[in-house]
DNA sequence: AATGCCAGTGTTTTT
DNA sequence: CACTGGCATT
């Protein structure tokens, strides 16, 4: 069979994976292990051995990048347009589909998405409205705290409140939810929430989805949080037919709630799944590939693997010392200039990753100078700019004029004398009648009797009529003339100067609103609506739009950087409290070990060339401060570094001296035997055979419980199975935590 | 209501 | 250092 021009070149471990029986599997594919081969090759599978309709497949990845990219392959593979074939990111996915469901959840069908920004200015007016003090209850916190129990599915009814801050969390929630409704909006974490309350809501929607979606796949398994893990049980049932890819190593979203237990659950919720082990690396040299071994191996909450590659030893692993952040900047100059003399690397094989968007700015400014091309794969992108978020507000306004978040954006800018006071006032009569804003507008506009002052009226009564010219005028590929119009007449480009510290910044944001201008027009070349427009700026980020032959160098976070590989990698600013990052060694263990899967992450994109470096003095802000190394460093094997006498003696040493790190041992997903793997898909899934459920402590709702981790709490529900129970911690946000994990506490 | 100045504060990571 | 928010002035 292996024949198969579908299968042609591959380990028999692939090959078990793609041909696996129509039902549950689960792939644990090491990095570098052909996982992306094996899922366009799966899907193509599916496709032509299995007769599954394309458009009867739903493939769920992490980038949307990813997910074009996927598509293509799959397409060559059949060499075929497969245009009905559902891939994307979970929110576009969802996305996707709540833009034909969502009435049925009581939205409008102009609903708009809101980034987080957007609901974070809704967070701080609500704040505001209920009189809460905005430095006890920094709406951040408060936004992340919303978040959490999004991803853990809880609503503001369910929404537990023990200390007095969770008190106004829950007030808030509850506010939050109604305003977004009425503004017909959702947040990111409406998109999963809604498409979930919908399959669960709706039995015949569910059945439709259900009937469509005979297979479903996922890449990034053990980046999947509740709300995911969720829909994919929602949307697979009854028949199955899911196939998702995971390593547990490589699961870096726990702050959005991703727990890679979820790879465990799997195994627990479906029947018998098939287990395929990829630990072939295709993708590095052994150098590097043995480095990476040894900092993921410190690890104790995970399956150990045994990665191999055919590749050849390599080249050591460089290892630099500088004496600060520019000098840092300067060594990967000088070490890319190396590169591109000696080797037939081009700017586009290499990546600099960092921890923090911040960390960014010194390599910009560096290569910059230089002239060498480089690109941003992160960080604050183009959307996020004040004049182009306030022209988006408009245009999103247009299209629906029940948005709230960007109605305040606008109304007073540029100034058009209306302050606090009297938008006070025409809020205040808004929520007094709990008006949708498109209807307070149009009372205002058919000059309807309202409680309003006829000065307020007479400030905002203009402002509405130019809405209610640019609506009339907002039709299919008049975007560009559209946005002409709202510059021109709110003289946009007057206040742009008004409003700038010098003329190099007018200028400067004269010139966003241009390209901007651009993108519009080129959206109405392409047919895009103001709806297709406003979705994907929401959705896409830059790294999505980003064409691979673009030569230039990537500047990318460890988040970021995840998926792809290079030729030549630069691993910077490996200092103690920055990799490990300071807030996470404050997390204790779980934060730690979160880390080092970054790190290891990060050291796995690398094909031949890989460099690592720290900085002795970093200034984050005004100041300066001094940075020990990393304590991953200590965990490098130094045989395999290259680096100065000094630095290495320094680090053997270290790593003499570091204590054995004690850390719990949680339970490995899977209890491996001590036998080499064998191959083909039955001996692999006897060889998991020794899985052991464990043990679930009793517990009840209402009762108290002490977490390994979290600490003491109360628990507010259990699954029906009685494996995964939502607790309020003390000391933490509400969680979703496996019961096995929980002492129970008397009284 | 708009502007301007000062103090304080903060930075993980992303859809 | 930058950016925000609060406060006083115009």
Same mark, same amino acid.
Request: glycine share 6%; proline share 4%.
């Given at each position: 069979?292996? *024949?198969?021009?579908?299968?042609?070149?591959?380990?028999?471990?692939?090959?078990?994976?793609?041909?696996?029986?129509?039902?549950?599997?689960?792939?644990?594919?090491?990095?570098?292990?052909? *996982?992306?081969?094996?899922?366009?090759?799966?899907?193509?599978?599916?496709?032509?051995?299995?007769?599954?309709?394309?458009?009867?497949?739903?493939?769920?990845?992490?980038?949307?990048?990813?997910?074009?990219?996927?598509?293509?392959?799959?397409?060559?593979?059949?060499?075929?347009?497969?245009?009905?074939?559902?891939?994307?990111?979970?929110?576009?996915?969802?996305?996707?589909?709540?833009?034909?469901?969502?009435?049925?959840?009581?939205?409008?069908?102009?609903?708009?998405?809101?980034?987080?920004?957007?609901?974070?200015?809704?967070?701080?007016?609500?704040?505001?409205?209920?009189?809460?003090?905005?430095?006890?209850?920094?709406?951040?916190?408060?936004?992340?705290?919303?978040?959490?129990?999004?991803?853990?599915?809880?609503?503001?009814?369910?929404?537990?409140?023990?200390?007095?801050?969770?008190?106004?969390?829950?007030?808030?929630?509850?506010?939050?939810?109604?305003?977004?409704?009425?503004?017909?909006?959702?947040?990111?974490?409406?998109?999963?929430?809604?498409?979930? =309350?919908?399959?669960?809501?709706?039995?015949?929607?569910?059945?439709?989805?259900?009937?469509?979606?005979?297979?479903?796949?996922?890449?990034?398994?053990?980046?999947?949080?509740?709300?995911?893990?969720?829909?994919?049980?929602?949307?697979?049932?009854?028949?199955?037919?899911?196939?998702?890819?995971?390593?547990?190593?490589?699961?870096?979203?726990?702050?959005?709630?991703?727990?890679?237990?979820?790879?465990?659950?799997?195994?627990?919720?479906?029947?018998?799944?098939?287990?395929?082990?990829?630990?072939?690396?295709?993708?590095?040299?052994?150098?590097?590939?043995?480095?990476?071994?040894?900092?993921?191996?410190?690890?104790?909450?995970?399956?150990?693997?045994?990665?191999?590659?055919?590749?050849?030893?390599?080249?050591?692993?460089?290892?630099? %010392?500088?004496?600060? %952040?520019?000098?840092?900047?300067?060594?990967?100059?000088?070490?890319?200039?190396?590169?591109?003399?000696?080797?037939?690397?081009?700017?586009?094989?290499?990546?600099?990753?960092?921890?923090?968007?911040?960390?960014?700015?010194?390599?910009?400014?560096?290569?910059?100078?230089?002239?060498?091309?480089?690109?941003?794969?992160?960080?604050?992108?183009?959307?996020?700019?004040?004049?182009?978020?306030?022209?988006?507000?408009?245009?999103?306004?247009?299209?629906?004029?029940?948005?709230?978040?960007?109605?305040?954006?606008?109304?007073?800018?540029?100034?058009?004398?209306?302050? *606090?006071?009297?938008?006070?006032?025409?809020?205040?009569?808004?929520?007094?009648?709990?008006?949708?804003?498109?209807?307070?507008?149009?009372?205002?506009?058919?000059?309807?009797?309202?409680? =309003?002052?006829?000065?307020?009226?007479?400030?905002?009564?203009?402002?509405?009529?130019?809405?209610?010219?640019?609506? %009339?005028?907002?039709?299919?590929?008049? =975007?560009?003339?559209?946005?002409?119009?709202?510059?021109?007449?709110?003289?946009?480009?007057?206040?742009?100067?008004?409003?700038?510290?010098?003329?190099?910044?007018?200028?400067?944001?004269?010139?966003?609103?241009?390209?901007?201008?651009?993108?519009?027009?080129?959206?109405?070349?392409?047919?895009?609506?103001?709806?297709?427009?406003?979705?994907?700026?929401?959705?896409?980020?830059?790294?999505?739009?980003?064409?691979?032959?673009?030569?230039?160098?990537?500047?990318?976070?460890?988040?970021?950087?995840?998926?792809?590989?290079?030729?030549?990698?630069?691993?910077?600013?490996?200092?103690?409290?920055?990799?490990?990052?300071?807030?996470?060694?404050?997390?204790?263990?779980?934060?730690?070990?979160?880390?080092?899967?970054?790190?290891?992450?990060?050291?796995?994109?690398?094909?031949?060339?890989?460099?690592?470096?720290?900085?002795?003095?970093?200034?984050?802000?005004?100041?300066?401060?001094?940075?020990?190394?990393?304590?991953?460093?200590?965990?490098?094997?130094?045989?395999?570094?290259?680096?100065?006498?000094?630095?290495?003696?320094? =680090?053997?040493?270290?790593?003499?001296?570091?204590?054995?790190?004690?850390?719990?041992?949680?339970?490995?997903?899977?209890?491996?035997?001590?036998?080499?793997?064998?191959?083909?898909?039955?001996?692999?899934?006897?060889?998991?055979?020794?899985?052991?459920?464990?043990?679930?402590?009793?517990?009840?709702?209402?009762?108290?419980?002490?977490?390994?981790?979290?600490?003491?709490?109360?628990?507010?529900?259990?699954?029906?199975?009685?494996?995964?129970?939502?607790?309020?911690?003390?000391?933490?946000?509400?969680?979703?935590?496996?019961?096995?994990?929980?002492?129970?506490?008397?009284?």
């Amino acid at each position: 069979m292996s *024949k198969h021009p579908l299968l042609a070149g591959l380990n028999p471990q692939q090959i078990a994976a793609i041909t696996a029986d129509l039902g549950p599997a689960l792939v644990l594919a090491g990095p570098g292990s052909g *996982k992306t081969s094996v899922l366009t090759r799966r899907i193509a599978w599916l496709i032509q051995e299995h007769h599954v309709p394309h458009h009867r497949i739903m493939a769920v990845t992490f980038t949307n990048k990813a997910a074009g990219e996927m598509r293509s392959r799959v397409e060559k593979l059949l060499d075929s347009k497969l245009r009905g074939l559902q891939i994307g990111t979970f929110h576009s996915t969802c996305a996707r589909f709540l833009r034909r469901d969502a009435q049925i959840l009581g939205y409008r069908d102009n609903w708009v998405i809101y980034d987080s920004d957007d609901s974070q200015r809704l967070i701080k007016a609500i704040v505001a409205d209920l009189g809460f003090d905005s430095k006890e209850n920094p709406p951040r916190r408060i936004n992340n705290r919303i978040s959490a129990a999004k991803n853990e599915m809880i609503l503001p009814e369910g929404y537990q409140a023990l200390s007095r801050f969770d008190e106004r969390v829950a007030r808030v929630y509850a506010a939050y939810q109604h305003e977004l409704k009425i503004s017909n909006a959702m947040d990111f974490g409406d998109l999963l929430l809604n498409m979930a =309350l919908l399959l669960k809501k709706s039995d015949e929607r569910r059945k439709d989805y259900q009937d469509r979606f005979l297979a479903v796949l996922v890449d990034e398994f053990q980046d999947t949080n509740t709300v995911q893990y969720q829909l994919v049980k929602l949307l697979s049932a009854p028949q199955q037919f899911v196939f998702v890819v995971g390593d547990e190593d490589q699961a870096i979203y726990r702050f959005r709630g991703a727990d890679y237990r979820n790879l465990l659950r799997f195994r627990k919720d479906y029947p018998e799944p098939a287990v395929v082990l990829l630990e072939q690396n295709y993708r590095s040299t052994q150098t590097i590939l043995d480095v990476a071994s040894a900092v993921i191996n410190n690890n104790r909450s995970r399956t150990p693997k045994n990665l191999h590659t055919s590749r050849g030893k390599g080249e050591p692993i460089a290892l630099h %010392e500088a004496a600060d %952040e520019q000098y840092e900047a300067d060594f990967v100059l000088e070490q890319v200039r190396q590169l591109r003399e000696s080797t037939d690397i081009a700017y586009s094989d290499i990546a600099v990753i960092y921890r923090t968007n911040a960390q960014s700015r010194a390599f910009e400014e560096a290569f910059i100078r230089a002239r060498l091309p480089h690109v941003l794969l992160s960080g604050f992108g183009f959307y996020q700019r004040r004049e182009i978020k306030d022209l988006l507000a408009y245009l999103r306004l247009i299209y629906n004029p029940d948005d709230r978040v960007s109605f305040e954006r606008v109304i007073n800018t540029p100034a058009r004398g209306i302050g *606090k006071k009297s938008l006070g006032a025409f809020s205040d009569w808004v929520a007094s009648e709990d008006l949708a804003l498109s209807d307070a507008l149009d009372k205002l506009y058919f000059d309807e009797a309202t409680p =309003l002052s006829t000065a307020v009226k007479g400030k905002i009564l203009p402002f509405v009529n130019l809405l209610a010219t640019w609506t %009339e005028m907002a039709q299919p590929g008049g =975007l560009g003339d559209l946005f002409q119009h709202i510059v021109s007449q709110t003289r946009y480009d007057l206040h742009l100067e008004k409003t700038s510290q010098h003329e190099d910044e007018a200028l400067d944001r004269a010139q966003n609103l241009s390209e901007f201008y651009g993108m519009l027009m080129k959206a109405d070349d392409s047919g895009q609506t103001l709806h297709d427009f406003l979705d994907e700026r929401t959705l896409y980020t830059s790294a999505d739009s980003l064409e691979e032959d673009d030569d230039k160098v990537r500047l990318s976070t460890f988040h970021s950087i995840k998926g792809l590989e290079f030729p030549a990698v630069f691993i910077t600013g490996l200092e103690q409290d920055n990799l490990p990052h300071r807030n996470a060694i404050a997390e204790g263990k779980e934060g730690i070990e979160e880390e080092c899967r970054l790190f290891y992450v990060g050291i796995t994109r690398a094909e031949d060339h890989l460099f690592l470096s720290y900085a002795m003095q970093r200034r984050p802000f005004g100041g300066s401060s001094i940075n020990g190394t990393s304590q991953f460093l200590a965990d490098l094997p130094t045989h395999l570094l290259d680096g100065s006498p000094l630095t290495l003696a320094y =680090l053997r040493q270290a790593r003499a001296v570091a204590a054995p790190t004690h850390w719990e041992p949680r339970h490995p997903i899977f209890e491996r035997k001590p036998k080499s793997i064998a191959s083909g898909n039955q001996a692999i899934r006897s060889q998991f055979a020794t899985f052991k459920a464990p043990q679930k402590p009793t517990l009840r709702v209402g009762s108290r419980a002490s977490h390994k981790q979290f600490g003491g709490g109360l628990v507010i529900g259990i699954d029906p199975d009685g494996d995964i129970v939502s607790m309020s911690f003390d000391e933490h946000q509400l969680k979703k935590v496996f019961a096995e994990d929980l002492t129970p506490l008397d009284g």
